[in-house]
């Protein structure tokens, strides 16, 4: 099943090569893996995706928090939660109507243009991982030149809260 | 008053308290041991003959007295040099704080010379390592450093100290206390979790103690025994939890795993009810997992909650500290109206000793014939009175020193457990034999794991440490051969060394004393002869049977019930 875990760690060099060695070093993958500063910039918020049976799961949480500079951890599945996930993504408006393609999906999509160029777009779509895949769908008459995704980013809903 | 780097290092020793440290001089530790030769009548500085040397007598050091064992070397191979020591402290939990050279700040990145990143290299196999990067962190960290490797699970902690921080000068101040919001070791156990154990343990009609190197790394012998005596319940102990428990006391049935005992197995396999005390469930000692424990319920306490449920479910988890969590259940068990009524495990240790009477560990040394490696450790066993400290290699003489040499005290036995790190043996002898200069000391080996740190015997020489190196010589890695005999149809590839050296004259070269012994009539005079020299270190190669295998045996992917006797 897939996990997406919220780790709080000190924001120190190697800290993120810690929490990916890891990873490797005990055959646990990894879908994707997003990290920043935090308000507090001693800490930084790590999000990652992985995919376990519960028991794996259990033991990746346990491993992690064993590593000396992650702080507190939590596995939004135990929670409701929110996922967000940020796309840029390039796309040739050379064809005939390509440019009115982009904006009429990109409107459906809620996603924004933010590089206008003389052969191509770039979009920028925020949103679950599924809407971000349809937004690709869509697009699929036209040619895409670039994409980068941005990972998935979790919080709990409601009072719920990871802090140090 | 302003220190240099190098003289904040030294007093931040003095104030862990450090008398020894185990090292190898080189380009980026210049100041620091030139710092160090200022400090010489209050740090001692052993100099090992090789890197990995140095952190195995640190190890030994570690092991025989449950103090964090220090360890200098410089950058580059020196750093190298010393990641066997380091992840075989990571895999057995020892207490190591590894002080390592690096270039200056300017030239880390720069493939400079003698620069390797091994804070890199090593992450993966310690607790935690740091790179000192400003003068003001140095006193910190090493605090920190000393705090983590011997708190919560014990492990090795490396510092790197670039040179030019060791040449500059800064205020020196040592932090009294330390606080790291991200590491908080549990060390009571959970009262409810506590008592529904003693619940187990008194429903309990075939029940076993099953445990490990976790009570020696936390001093917890006395109270293991206390909790036996009182539930009266049969204990076996892991290959690294030997001396846990007196080997010579009715209660205990043996190690478990691999080459444990017929009864200790069996009875692993037919239980009830695992009490698992500081033990990991590691391969070695489980056999075929889907076979482990059929019929039991799983009480495991480990200071580690990644330890439990890692490799088998567990049903009632205490995390803590071994002894505390002993303690707990020691005290939680007398305040019950009724404790354990011997009735309810009578026809269990009728069972136990019917299979005691298969004598698993039985051999038959013919006087005539060449001497069995078992004939060797039970007569040093006699000779030293069971009072020794015995460090081993790795191989078939590791499992008969921890089959006969029957420990009745921890911190006793001194070996490489979860790495299995051919060469350990001689230099944690030396680290043993400094911690505690008048204890017998004994190095049981092998052939083919005494030439893997064999440059130690110098370091034996230059420190007077008058180690007993007990060297079971078959002319093969024997463990391999074995193996190689019951699974590849003896083929034996590679397992036989055609060329080994006169290790008597090579002993002598070294300036120790030499023996070779051959007949099965002169082992135990031999022996005592060794023992009498008090002050000299003796090398003593006894030519043993080539063919010999350790017995019994749980062959890979076979259940605890399926040994292999004879």
Same mark, same amino acid.
């Given at each position: ?21 890891l990873f490797s070093a005990r ?103 599924? @809407? ?13 030149v670039e994409v980068v995704r ?15 | ?247 010579? $006391? ?128 039970? @007569? ?6 069971? $009072? ?58 092998? $052939? ?15 420190y007077r440490l008058p180690i ?33 050296? $006169? ?64």
């Amino acid at each position: 099943m897939r996990h997406v875990i919220s780790i709080l760690m000190e924001n120190e060099a190697g800290a993120l090569s810690r929490v990916a060695g890891l990873f490797s070093a005990r055959g646990y993958n990894i879908e994707s893996l997003t990290v920043a500063p935090t308000d507090d910039p001693t800490l930084s918020r790590l999000t990652l995706v992985t995919m376990g049976s519960d028991e794996i799961v259990e033991q990746i949480a346990k491993q992690l928090h064993k590593l000396i500079d992650v702080v507190k951890l939590m596995d939004l599945n135990d929670y409701p939660h929110i996922e967000r996930e940020m796309m840029l993504v390039k796309i040739d408006v050379q064809k005939q109507g390509a440019c009115d393609v982009v904006k009429r999906i990109s409107d459906i999509f809620r996603a924004r243009i933010i590089d206008v160029g003389e052969k191509s777009y770039t979009v920028e779509v925020t949103g679950s991982r599924g @809407k971000l895949d349809g937004f690709l769908q869509a697009l699929h008459e036209l040619r895409v030149v670039e994409v980068v995704r941005s990972g998935s980013m979790g919080i709990a809903r409601g009072a719920i809260a990871l802090n140090a | 008053m302003e220190l240099t780097g190098a003289e904040i290092f030294v007093e931040c020793l003095k104030a862990e308290g450090v008398d020894t440290v185990f090292g190898y001089p080189g380009g980026a530790v210049l100041y620091i041991y030139d710092a160090l030769y200022k400090a010489q009548n209050e740090i001692n500085h052993i100099l090992a003959r090789h890197e990995q040397g140095a952190v195995h007598a640190a190890e030994g050091y570690a092991k025989s007295t449950n103090k964090p064992g220090v360890v200098l070397v410089t950058s580059g191979p020196g750093a190298t040099n010393a990641v066997t020591g380091i992840a075989d402290a990571y895999m057995d939990s020892v207490p190591l704080v590894v002080f390592t050279g690096q270039v200056p700040r300017a030239l880390i990145g720069n493939d400079a010379f003698q620069e390797v990143d091994i804070v890199g290299i090593t992450r993966p196999c310690v607790k935690h390592n740091f790179l000192v990067t400003r003068l003001e962190d140095l006193a910190p960290t090493i605090k920190k450093a000393f705090y983590i490797a011997s708190t919560g699970r014990p492990g090795p902690v490396l510092v790197d100290i670039p040179k030019d921080i060791t040449q500059m000068t800064g205020e020196f101040s040592y932090p009294s206390e330390i606080s790291i919001r991200s590491y908080n070791p549990t060390v009571k156990g959970n009262k409810r979790q506590v008592r529904r154990a003693i619940d187990l343990v008194l429903e309990a009609k075939r029940p076993m103690l099953y445990t490990g190197g976790g009570v020696i790394l936390a001093g917890a012998a006395k109270e293991l025994t206390e909790f036996t005596r009182l539930t009266g319940f049969p204990i076996t102990n892991t290959l690294m939890g030997l001396g846990g428990y007196p080997a010579t $006391d009715p209660q205990f049935v043996g190690m478990l795993g691999m080459h444990g005992t017929f009864e200790a197995n069996h009875a692993m396999h037919d239980s009830d009810l695992i009490v698992a005390i500081g033990a990991r469930f590691d391969d070695r000692v489980t056999g075929n997992i889907e076979k482990f424990c059929p019929y039991a319920k799983i009480i495991h306490v480990d200071i580690d909650p990644a330890t439990i449920s890692k490799n088998v479910k567990v049903d009632v988890p205490i995390v803590g500290d071994v002894k505390n969590v002993l303690a707990d259940l020691i005290e939680e068990l007398r305040g019950r109206k009724q404790g354990v009524d011997p009735q309810q495990i009578t026809d269990w240790w009728k069972q136990i000793n019917e299979w005691r009477k298969t004598n698993c560990l039985s051999y038959n040394q013919q006087m005539d014939g060449p001497i069995l490696a078992q004939y060797v450790v039970d @007569k040093l066993w006699e000779v030293t009175g069971g $009072d020794a400290f015995v460090t081993s290699d790795v191989g078939q003489h590791q499992m008969w020193a921890a089959q006969f040499y029957k420990f009745d005290q921890p911190n006793r036995w001194i070996n490489s457990g979860g790495l299995g790190t051919m060469g350990f043996g001689l230099p944690a002898a030396m680290g043993v034999q400094i911690a505690h200069p008048d204890a017998t000391v004994a190095c049981i080996s092998g $052939d083919g794991s005494i030439q893997m740190c064999i440059q130690e015997l110098a370091t034996c020489l230059q420190y007077r440490l008058p180690i007993k190196i007990i060297t079971l010589n078959n002319g093969y890695l024997g463990m391999v051969r074995q193996w190689q005999e019951f699974f590849y149809q003896k083929r034996y590839s590679m397992s036989y060394m055609e060329a080994l050296p $006169d290790f008597v004259k090579l002993a002598e070269a070294y300036g120790h004393v030499g023996m070779r012994i051959e007949k099965p009539g002169d082992v135990e005079g031999a022996l005592r002869e060794a023992m009498a020299m008090k002050d000299r270190l003796v090398f003593m190669d006894f030519i043993t049977s080539a063919e010999n295998n350790v017995y019994p045996m749980v062959p890979a992917g076979a259940g605890h019930n399926e040994m292999i006797l004879v």
